[in-house]
């Protein structure tokens, strides 16, 4: 048996976790193989709507395996808070979440040097979350870091005690920074008595066996693939691997165990903090997608930046996963405009371009294809052939440009709002 794959596209925010919780009675299990508390995964089903953001996003089906891999980062203090909430909505997480052993917790110090560095780079900011994501990667790769497993350790106090005076030793160079550790540690350790509570597994093992068994499992990505730390518009990326390869390293899988990569595209474009955004509007339709899509971030609450598809960075996402499916999201938001633009070619220093450019502070000019849009509202459509016309050759046209089939279309945020073809 082969696990498959799902991540973003673009730069996040493309509706995974509700995709996910479509797919999930499909498949056995669902394994989160990145990121952290910095992803936001919405699920909107009958008058709920919940957001995810360490959990996997099949947990609200109960006989479904959630796995939490060793590539993702865990804060115990929003571990803990989204386990209350899934509590209250009468579900059982004990039951159904197992937490890989060899993911890497955020500290509190993490928390603190994250705000730290964005506030040392002053205008030159990336537009971190600040939720300890870069410093908690950081400590990994330097082989500084506490995993989850040491939490069983009767030495964790001291593995804990000696990070964070390391941390703090390096926080008091930047001038200026001032804060207080008892209030970024006020939950942690009770987070961690709740980490405790869960079943803490040799993941690898787990998953292969899994597959061995003949179970379907789901790898879910967080962010988006332009985000990608080897990939992504560096230095505007996160500190993970969020693209396909990344669902080897973050949950012990091999290549060849990889099968479908199902890519979620919005219908048209977004992004969260700084970096480049070629197709981005500044103008009134922005406005209008922004609001029509409520286009804030799910984790941030901040606002999100919005323009129109973007087909040479998609394709790129598209040639580095390896991508065999196009779910295409939000098609809805794009009900009234009358003209709907495609950038299809940048023009950089005078010259056309199909390639995303590895100086991401060049000027790009997006070469524009436009197409009719469509009035009708969509959002109650069961059947492909009865979306309308100008939408089906908006589809048509992004699966002729990439050459890979869109195989669902969501028409609403609702998991019920779901076409499959």
């Given at each position: 048996?082969?696990?498959?794959?799902l991540?973003?596209?673009?730069?996040?925010?493309?509706?995974?976790?509700?995709?996910?919780?479509?797919?999930?009675?499909k498949?056995?299990?669902?394994?989160?193989?990145?990121?952290?508390?910095?992803?936001?995964?919405?699920?909107?089903?009958?008058?709920?709507?919940?957001?995810?953001?360490?959990?996997?996003?099949?947990?609200?089906?109960?006989?479904?395996?959630?796995?939490?891999?060793?590539?993702?980062?865990?804060?115990?203090?929003?571990?803990?808070?989204?386990?209350?909430?899934?509590?209250?909505?009468?579900?059982?997480?004990?039951?159904?979440?197992?937490?890989?052993?060899?993911?890497?917790?955020?500290?509190?110090?993490?928390?603190?040097?994250?705000?730290?560095q964005?506030?040392?780079?002053?205008?030159?900011?990336?537009?971190?979350?600040?939720?300890?994501?870069?410093?908690?990667?950081?400590?990994?790769?330097?082989?500084?870091?506490?995993?989850?497993?040491?939490?069983?350790?009767?030495?964790?106090?001291?593995?804990?005690?000696?990070?964070?005076?390391?941390?703090?030793?390096?926080?008091?160079?930047?001038?200026?920074?001032?804060?207080?550790?008892?209030?970024?540690?006020?939950?942690?350790?009770?987070?961690?008595?709740?980490?405790?509570?869960?079943?803490?597994?040799?993941?690898?093992?787990?998953?292969?066996?899994?597959?061995?068994?003949?179970?379907?499992?789901?790898?879910?990505?967080?962010?988006?693939?332009?985000?990608?730390?080897?990939?992504?518009?560096?230095?505007?990326?996160?500190?993970?691997?969020?693209?396909?390869?990344?669902?080897?390293?973050?949950?012990?899988?091999?290549?060849?165990?990889?099968?479908?990569v199902?890519?979620?595209?919005?219908?048209?474009?977004?992004?969260?903090?700084?970096?480049?955004?070629?197709?981005?509007?500044?103008?009134?339709?922005?406005?209008?997608?922004?609001?029509?899509?409520?286009?804030?971030?799910?984790?941030?609450?901040r606002?999100?930046?919005?323009?129109?598809?973007?087909?040479?960075?998609?394709?790129?996402?598209?040639?580095?996963?390896?991508?065999?499916?196009?779910?295409?999201?939000?098609?809805?938001?794009?009900?009234?405009?009358?003209?709907i633009?495609?950038?299809?070619?940048?023009?950089?220093?005078?010259?056309?371009?199909?390639?995303?450019?590895?100086?991401?502070s060049?000027?790009?000019?997006?070469?524009?294809?436009?197409?009719?849009?469509?009035?009708?509202?969509?959002t109650?459509?069961?059947?492909?052939?009865?979306?309308?016309?100008?939408?089906?050759?908006?589809i048509?046209?992004?699966?002729?440009?990439?050459?890979?089939?869109?195989?669902?279309?969501?028409?609403?945020?609702?998991?019920?709002?779901?076409?499959?073809?």
């Open positions: 048996m082969k696990a498959d794959v991540l973003g596209l673009q730069w996040g925010d493309e509706g995974k976790g509700k995709v996910v919780d479509v797919l999930t009675p498949y056995d299990v669902i394994a989160r193989f990145q990121g952290g508390p910095n992803a936001g995964h919405s699920l909107e089903f009958g008058n709920i709507k919940h957001v995810l953001h360490i959990i996997p996003s099949g947990v609200f089906h109960p006989d479904k395996v959630n796995i939490i891999g060793n590539g993702v980062v865990i804060d115990p203090i929003t571990f803990a808070k989204e386990i209350v909430g899934l509590k209250k909505l009468m579900v059982n997480p004990e039951k159904s979440i197992l937490v890989s052993k060899k993911a890497h917790l955020i500290l509190p110090t993490h928390r603190i040097l994250d705000k730290a964005e506030f040392a780079k002053g205008d030159a900011k990336i537009g971190s979350t600040q939720r300890g994501i870069g410093p908690v990667y950081t400590d990994k790769t330097a082989r500084n870091g506490i995993r989850v497993g040491d939490i069983l350790s009767p030495n964790f106090a001291d593995k804990y005690r000696s990070l964070t005076k390391l941390h703090i030793e390096s926080i008091s160079h930047i001038t200026g920074f001032q804060f207080d550790l008892k209030e970024f540690e006020a939950g942690w350790f009770e987070g961690i008595e709740v980490l405790k509570q869960f079943t803490l597994i040799d993941s690898e093992y787990e998953i292969n066996h899994y597959l061995s068994q003949k179970k379907s499992v789901l790898a879910e990505g967080a962010q988006g693939t332009l985000l990608d730390v080897d990939f992504g518009s560096y230095p505007f990326v996160t500190s993970s691997n969020t693209i396909c390869a990344g669902a080897c390293t973050g949950l012990g899988i091999a290549p060849s165990k990889i099968g479908k199902f890519g979620i595209v919005k219908a048209y474009c977004t992004r969260v903090g700084s970096g480049p955004f070629p197709t981005e509007l500044f103008d009134a339709t922005g406005e209008d997608l922004r609001k029509k899509g409520n286009e804030f971030g799910s984790t941030t609450g606002p999100r930046r919005c323009g129109w598809l973007d087909l040479p960075a998609l394709k790129y996402s598209i040639m580095i996963n390896g991508v065999t499916d196009i779910f295409l999201t939000k098609s809805d938001v794009l009900s009234g405009f009358e003209t633009k495609v950038c299809t070619a940048y023009k950089i220093n005078g010259q056309l371009s199909d390639r995303m450019p590895f100086e991401t060049c000027s790009i000019e997006p070469i524009y294809t436009e197409m009719p849009g469509w009035n009708d509202d969509i109650k459509i069961k059947d492909f052939n009865s979306l309308p016309t100008a939408l089906k050759n908006y048509a046209f992004i699966e002729k440009e990439t050459g890979v089939p869109v195989t669902i279309v969501s028409v609403g945020p609702n998991r019920d709002e779901t076409i499959f073809r």
